[in-house]
């Protein structure tokens, strides 16, 4: 009997479909008892745990049933809500739970209803959320070394805020409940809630208005039509002077009044005025070859340098030095200082020279003349006379000659009706860098330092005076209002004002370069210590 008591043994230890002693309950049974608590919370009759199914085990609890082995369970069972006692209800349990009918009464949406906030997992960062939930958990086992002091976990912290500007203090959130604001364009050290990015301005308008019309029309009887000569200059003091034929007429921009200055032989003429720089003499060239200097403010001659052997067409200033170019093509400076006037002789045109003006600096000169070709000279060079550069692109005589007021190595000149180009050098290189066909005579350029644009003078066919932007050297506006091809341009000491002279015998003044902002006033000069500067002049 032993070996039968052995194989009974051996057969319960490796049933695995038997009961199991002192076992957890299984899966649906505390589903079933957390579904009971919830339902019945206060309901002390079904608080025990449910048995295993098949068994038939009544409960303490008045109102609580448990299915068993011995008893098909009713058609109706309890339900957990319901406090009847009745074994069989009116309805059954499908009938109930599906009406015919419809709920008439509108749906109520509860008052008392808390809102959920559903994260944003698309701006949510996800790592640093792992992050800050690793810190809270650390910081809440108290595991931390007794050794780290306040200033290592003050460094720790400012070294989180520094590099993680979001989630580096410790207010920071770790799910995100809105859109991430926007980033700033320039990184900065401040821990900043909100910045945005460039605010747009209204930019100023990048067009003027230019009127097209003269401001003053002035009367030039007997004005000479002549290509090669230049009657017409402005003074730093606000005064125009005229040339015509053998007068010379003053007129005041200021106060607009006219003066008679000078009166020639009737057999002579006046070929070209210039004002000096600080406007209180002006040099006149005469068709005879003479140069005089008359002094505006008393109206006198102060005096007659001789030298040239044909007439004078152009003059220009540079300090004390008076340049002339004349007709058989020599350039002679003068030293009106000196009673030997007549300083140096520049001769490398072969026609008569119709363009002259120093730079701004004072150490180039550049002439045009009827040859065809520009020169550029240096006065650097000393008693060389012999040009720094020689351009001859030019297919006309080139009267319009003028230097670059903010580029002193800039020079442009124009063409005549053969022509009708203005070109743009450097004379450092002496490379042309750019020529534009003005489909007319050029006889005169202006620069305008304020806006960075030319205005040229032009003959047939329309006779205009043309605005052009540089560098790109594209055309802004023309100005028509002459009848006869324009022989000069001037501008005012201000630099907004342009006189034309013209074959038609007036003088138009055109506001083409009028300052858009106002100037600002001067700051007054700062007192020195005057009588420290006399000790020292004294000792």
Not at 177 to 194: A, D, E, R
Not at 254 to 269: G, P, R
Not at 378 to 401: C, N, W, Y
Request: a positive charge.
């Amino acid at each position: 009997m032993s070996h039968f008591q052995f194989e009974k043994t051996v057969t319960d230890l490796t049933r695995m479909d038997g009961p199991l002693q002192n076992a957890p309950m299984m899966r649906w049974q505390r589903k079933a008892q957390e579904t009971l608590l919830r339902v019945h919370p206060s309901d002390n009759g079904c608080s025990s745990p449910l048995k295993p199914r098949g068994s038939m085990v009544r409960t303490p609890g008045k109102n609580c049933r448990t299915p068993g082995k011995g008893r098909t369970p009713g058609k109706n069972p309890i339900t957990p809500g319901s406090s009847k006692k009745t074994k069989t209800p009116k309805v059954t349990p499908g009938k109930h739970l599906t009406s015919k009918t419809p709920n008439k009464k509108p749906g109520v949406t509860p008052g008392k209803q808390q809102d959920r906030f559903i994260p944003n997992r698309v701006t949510t960062d996800i790592d640093m959320s792992h992050f800050a939930l690793l810190n809270l958990r650390d910081d809440g086992d108290g595991s931390g070394s007794d050794t780290s002091s306040n200033t290592s976990v003050q460094y720790q912290q400012q070294l989180a805020e520094a590099m993680l500007p979001r989630q580096g203090t410790q207010d920071a959130k770790i799910l995100s409940f809105k859109n991430v604001c926007s980033v700033s364009n320039q990184p900065s050290n401040l821990n900043v809630l909100y910045s945005t990015g460039k605010v747009p301005t209204v930019k100023s308008s990048t067009t003027r208005q230019i009127p097209t019309k003269p401001e003053h029309v002035l009367d030039a009887p007997v004005v000479l039509d002549d290509y090669y000569l230049h009657t017409l200059d402005w003074s730093s003091t606000n005064v125009v002077a005229a040339a015509l034929g053998s007068e010379i007429y003053l007129w005041n921009a200021s106060n607009s009044s006219i003066t008679l200055l000078m009166n020639t032989e009737e057999e002579n003429y006046v070929s070209g005025v210039s004002w000096m720089n600080d406007g209180s003499i002006l040099a006149i060239g005469i068709s005879d070859g003479r140069v005089q200097l008359w002094d505006v403010n008393h109206v006198k001659l102060i005096r007659t340098m001789n030298g040239h052997a044909a007439r004078v067409g152009c003059l220009d200033w540079n300090a004390h030095i008076l340049t002339s170019g004349s007709r058989t093509g020599a350039i002679h400076h003068h030293d009106v200082r000196t009673a030997d006037h007549h300083v140096a002789t520049l001769a490398n045109h072969e026609q008569e020279v119709c363009g002259l003006q120093w730079s701004s600096c004072g150490r180039f000169l550049a002439s045009g003349g009827n040859d065809n070709a520009v020169n550029v000279w240096d006065t650097s060079l000393g008693m060389d006379v012999r040009p720094l550069h020689t351009f001859t692109e030019h297919q006309a005589a080139i009267k319009a000659v003028s230097w670059c007021p903010w580029q002193p190595s800039l020079l442009a000149t124009g063409g005549g009706t053969s022509d009708r180009h203005i070109r743009f050098w450097n004379t450092t290189s002496g490379s042309c860098i750019k020529a534009i066909d003005t489909q007319s005579q050029v006889c005169s350029v202006l620069w305008s330092k304020e806006h960075r644009e030319l205005v040229s003078g032009h003959g047939y066919s329309q006779n205009q005076l043309s605005l052009w932007k540089y560098p790109n050297m594209s055309k802004i506006t023309d100005l028509i209002g002459h009848s006869g091809r324009i022989l000069n341009l001037c501008m005012s000491p201000d630099g907004q004002t342009v006189a034309s002279i013209a074959a038609d015998e007036t003088i138009r003044l055109w506001k083409c370069f009028a300052h858009e902002k106002q100037e600002k006033k001067p700051k007054a000069a700062t007192k020195t210590n005057t009588s420290s500067t006399l000790n020292m002049c004294i000792r």
